[in-house]
């Protein structure tokens, strides 16, 4: 599973057949690993220094990178 | 008092000539949910905030500018080397009047930023909540302006930029959990 896919939700609104346009389907959107998380846990796993600084979080529970176009393919 | 450091806290590198994506990065830069909204917010705020959580405001105001910063150089990188037509073009016709080649804080709309995008209620819980909410909104612009580009490059530091929202909205809840726990310890006492 990729691990974005665990920070995201979905739903599909109302698409009426009067509605023009294709229905696009499914609307996906982000809900982070903090949002979980409440008072961060001491000892959790770290990244090394080098990869925590190019990734923007000490902490793969943090992690959470964002794809172009997410809200479309969740 | 401030260290600088002479670089920035994130590489910025761009791969597209596309003068657009200046017009979409300065919602960040001058906007109400953008870096420069978030650094006076916090490091105003921290003169009225409880001991325990003045270094957090202090420590995430500071980033803010550094964050502010790679968002210029962005903007900078992508239109230094445009003609005015080329920005005309990309929809930056009325900045070119008004600011020339020059950088300015306004969002991706050109309405020049301002004070009321923020706020200071001297209430610690309000303040906390509404700098929670600063960053999923900052997140979120991040998100549309990721979805915006096809530079990958530019993603690359955006996507950078995002997670340290993440991060400081997770700080900011933690702070609010310490406030907390301050008032329960009281009533013990």
Redesign the interface.
């Known amino acids: 599973m990729a691990k974005n896919q665990v920070y995201t939700k979905s739903y599909h609104p109302y698409h009426s057949p009067d509605d023009p346009c294709p229905d696009p389907g499914e609307k996906h959107y982000s809900t982070p690993p903090h949002l979980y998380m409440g008072f961060q846990p001491e000892k959790l796993p770290q990244y090394t220094p080098k990869e925590a600084l190019q990734k923007g979080t000490l902490w793969p529970a943090l992690y959470d990178p964002y794809e172009k176009n997410q809200k479309l393919k969740g | 008092m401030w260290v600088y450091e002479k670089k920035l806290q994130?590489p910025v590198k761009v791969s597209t000539c596309n003068p657009q994506l200046a017009k979409f990065l300065v919602e960040q830069y001058g906007g109400a949910d953008g870096e420069l909204a978030a650094a006076l917010r916090y490091l105003n705020q921290r003169y009225t905030i409880p001991d325990k959580v003045v270094g957090l405001l202090n420590d995430i105001g500071t980033e803010e500018f550094a964050h502010l910063e790679m968002i210029a150089a962005m903007v900078y990188k992508l239109t230094k080397d445009a003609t005015p037509e080329q920005l005309k073009q990309a929809g930056l016709g009325d900045h070119y009047v008004n600011h020339g080649e020059a950088l300015f804080y306004s969002n991706a709309a050109e309405v020049p930023f301002t004070a009321t995008y923020i706020q200071a209620k001297g209430d610690p819980i309000a303040d906390l909540y509404e700098d929670i909410a600063a960053e999923e909104k900052a997140?979120?612009t991040?998100?549309w302006i990721?979805?915006m580009?096809?530079d990958v490059d530019l993603?690359d530091s955006l996507?950078?930029?995002?997670?340290?929202e993440?991060?400081h909205?997770?700080r900011f809840?933690?702070a609010v959990?310490i406030l907390k726990e301050e008032r329960d310890r009281k009533k013990v006492f």
């Open positions: 994130y997140r979120a991040y998100q990721i979805d580009s096809d993603n996507r950078f930029l995002r997670e340290r993440i991060v909205s997770q809840r933690e959990e």
